[in-house]
């Protein structure tokens, strides 16, 4: 089935009023279609009741429109701006009754927005009284999932493989190490979540798996038609977007990190599992649409029913119980101890949920990100507003959802308008600094001697192949026939990927979010990690390209002081948090500081 593109220049609208209709979902079933009205400009603004109190809360009687030419003007200007080969659906929705979405049908993965639902699922296991024993927020995992321990699994995203289930990540996060001490910072992680979807299996009789846990207890009771976890029920639909990126090789990353590149579509990062969803649905699995986020003559939607605490908005039944969404919307950990703005504050995070406040209004909202996608949701409850902001663009996605967010909330707050894209702009993001000059070579011994297989249990083990050598006479003469296929195949599956100029090893990884790890050489027994993804183009001529996934991380080769066999060890490889000492963890030797440390092989 072939994806939409979506492109800066056509940003569609749809213009909705009248009663809002549920929708029978059996299976998958998304709605009739509803035909776009333009794509050139906004034109139109209707207001449509949905039961909720006329005025708004800022006292306007009759707000100006939001979503206009004005506002396609600026968002097309932004994205030309930011070079971004993808395009945005944005949608909002006022308690006085304006509801306005745009392309209504495409379909976004909505990225860590997903967590939400997760969490409320758990909300609902707790308030669903014929469990027994009954659960409740202040249950230990452990009571509930025997088989969990607990070194600390934060972050870690490299932890998991695309083939694991959550059942296979509970088993391995006992093996990852901490940053920071339990609960002593906040850190943003995806594995807590996979544990957590796991509950619905681990608790009900049936076992059903979560996906169709939340599909029937939340889904289909607020008719979220075309909301799925399923990768082939959206792709049949026809309207599932290509998620875009830029094809650059690592060079060009550092030296212009904005660099404009080559645009490219990616394939969807988790098609497995259809309607029963897998290990990362928990997390971040959910695919959508400005219809199912927002507001529809069709069907009664998400921001709708959060404004309105739980109830769906076209028969007033409670599907989602009050008390559990003031509970995940509740602060519990700080997530930024300072504002990052001076119009706005620190931020205090609950259940998959962010609350702040913007310019004195407060705001309940989570960004998503997945490879390709990055979508905002958010929402004030004062100002009875909501926001979902969806967005393809998987480099600069995340930055210019920031400046739309921002426009949108002056508008419909009538403040007087920051421009938040100079806050934002190119221009904050120098470039990283060059490899040195004649750097001194690895001391632990010749970069042939770095290649090897070496492995870490709650990881994978690897197997490092020498692919670029200074002394090139050496290079693949001891090799396995692993690495000897690897070294041939790497110039037509990582097209770009390594510089002869500098020594490199490279290793296939099983992961959802990449292919292959580079390590390329800096200085002395340190090298740069790069996370890389090898992605088929279906043409003959040119049949792969390489997304670059990640570069931050640092590898480092040291002799362990046992045995003195040479191991590996990582870091930066996962994203500890503002919070955290860059140092940490502490040590006096690599194995100490390491994130990840890796043994070699047959110790």
């Known amino acids: 089935m072939a994806h939409l593109h979506r492109v800066a220049s056509l940003l569609p609208l749809y213009l909705l009023c009248g009663p809002i209709l549920g929708v029978s979902t059996q299976g998958f079933q998304p709605p009739a279609p509803i035909p776009n009205v333009g794509t050139a400009t906004f034109i139109n603004q209707i207001v449509s009741d949905w039961g909720l109190p006329k005025a708004p809360a800022w006292g306007s009687q009759s707000p100006t429109p939001i979503l206009d030419a004005g506002t396609e003007t600026f968002v097309n200007r932004i994205l030309t701006e930011w070079g971004s080969p993808g395009g945005v659906a944005i949608a909002v929705v006022r308690k006085s009754g304006q509801g306005i979405g745009v392309d209504e049908k495409t379909l976004f993965a909505i990225g860590s927005n997903s967590k939400l639902f997760n969490v409320i699922a758990a909300g609902l296991l707790i308030n669903n009284e014929t469990l027994s024993p009954r659960v409740s927020w202040n249950s230990r995992i452990r009571s509930l999932i025997p088989s969990w321990a607990l070194m600390d699994p934060l972050g870690h995203e490299l932890s998991y493989r695309a083939s694991d289930d959550t059942q296979t990540i509970i088993s391995k996060a006992k093996f990852l190490r901490p940053s920071a001490e339990f609960r002593e910072v906040w850190q943003y992680n995806n594995v807590m979540y996979m544990v957590l979807s796991h509950l619905p299996t681990a608790l009900l009789p049936s076992k059903i798996p979560f996906a169709r846990y939340v599909k029937a207890n939340i889904f289909d009771p607020l008719g979220l038609g075309w909301t799925t976890y399923s990768f082939d029920a959206a792709n049949a639909t026809g309207n599932l977007a290509d998620g875009m990126s830029r094809q650059r090789t690592p060079e060009e990353i550092r030296s212009d990190p904005l660099g404009p590149g080559i645009p490219r579509p990616l394939p969807y990062f988790s098609p497995t599992g259809g309607e029963n969803g897998n290990a990362i649905s928990g997390a971040g699995g959910i695919i959508s649409n400005a219809i199912d986020m927002v507001s529809s003559v069709i069907n009664a939607k998400w921001l709708q029913t959060l404004l309105l605490d739980g109830m769906n908005p076209t028969n007033n039944m409670s599907v989602i119980p009050p008390q559990v969404l003031g509970m995940v919307s509740t602060g519990i950990t700080v997530q930024h101890g300072a504002a990052q703005f001076p119009e706005l504050s620190p931020v205090v995070y609950g259940g998959g949920q962010g609350r702040s406040s913007y310019r004195g209004h407060e705001v309940i909202e989570h960004d998503g990100g997945a490879p390709g996608f990055h979508t905002k949701i958010l929402r004030l409850p004062s100002d009875g507003l909501g926001v979902a902001i969806l967005s393809n663009d998987d480099v600069y996605g995340s930055i210019f959802i920031q400046i739309i967010k921002g426009h949108i909330l002056d508008r419909a707050l009538g403040l007087t308008e920051i421009d938040w894209d100079a806050s934002h702009h190119p221009g904050f993001y120098p470039p990283k600094p060059p490899r040195p000059a004649n750097p001194p070579l690895p001391s632990v011994g010749p970069f042939t001697s770095l290649a090897g297989s070496y492995k870490n249990p709650g990881y994978q083990t690897i197997e490092l192949c020498v692919v670029a050598n200074l002394d090139s006479s050496r290079t693949g003469s001891s090799a396995t026939q692993s690495c000897k296929d690897l070294t041939a195949e790497a110039p037509r599956t990582l097209p770009g990927a390594v510089d002869a100029r500098i020594p490199s090893l490279l290793t296939r990884i099983d ?93």
């Open 511 to 603: 992961s959802v979010w990449a292919s292959h790890l580079l390590l390329t050489h800096w200085s002395d027994n340190v090298f740069n990690i790069s996370a890389l993804q090898s992605v088929p183009t279906g043409n003959a001529s040119e049949p792969f390209w390489m997304y670059v996934v990640d570069g931050r991380g640092v590898a480092e080769f040291a002799r362990d002081s046992v045995g003195g066999r040479v191991g590996l060890g990582m870091s930066g490889i996962w994203d500890a948090g503002s919070r955290v000492p860059a140092c940490s963890p502490a040590g006096s030797t690599v194995r100490e500081r390491a994130e990840v440390w890796f043994d070699p092989e047959g110790v």
